[in-house]
């Protein structure tokens, strides 16, 4: 499954016709928030205040929908899914003009956000890894090269008895499983 920028966009709109609130929208609002505190006691005062935003509880929690969402998508039936990660945000021009000072350096306590959701989901892609026993080599023959006229009826008594616990069936192709 590819999702394109259009596809994306309607996943975001998607959210808002269903009454929830969007990542992006959650942050305007905390950003609302810190700024109605401002005026309330001034930006000195509020910066002595913990805000108890927790990259790692809320990497944990975003890595753990979406092993749950994977693992959904999965049980439907999507073997091609892709899951990409942050680029390092914190360098976009955007965001060097608002936390990269005057020289306009990269942003690091964004880019250290990026790094921390990027760990966090590539643990989701080794807990889907573990759904299978073998995913160095493949069922049929050897599982090192064979493929396609290779993997034949007279190599079948060569091939793992249980192919649903391989992410391959040969040297090349996933198993019906994977």
Not at 132 to 158: D, H, K, Q, W, Y
Request: charged share 20%; hydrophobic share 35%.
């Amino acid at each position: 499954m590819s999702v394109s920028p259009q596809g994306q966009q309607d996943m975001i709109l998607s959210a808002e016709t269903v009454n929830v609130i969007s990542m992006s929208s959650q942050l305007e609002l905390f950003k609302e928030c810190i700024k109605k505190i401002e005026a309330a006691v001034g930006e000195e005062r509020t910066a002595t205040i913990e805000t108890h935003y927790d990259i790692n509880a809320s990497s944990d929690f975003v890595a753990g929908y979406a092993s749950q969402f994977l693992q959904d998508l999965y049980g439907l039936g999507a073997r091609r899914i892709g899951l990409l990660g942050l680029s390092p945000i914190g360098c976009v021009p955007s965001q060097r003009t608002v936390g990269g000072g005057k020289n306009r350096d990269c942003y690091e306590d964004e880019n250290q956000l990026a790094s921390a959701y990027n760990a966090k989901h590539s643990g989701v892609v080794d807990n889907l890894k573990t759904m299978f026993e073998v995913a160095t080599v493949g069922c049929c023959g050897t599982g090192l090269i064979e493929a396609s006229v290779f993997c034949n009826p007279t190599s079948i008594p060569l091939s793992c008895e249980d192919a649903s616990k391989y992410v391959f069936w040969d040297g090349y192709h996933p198993s019906e499983k994977a």
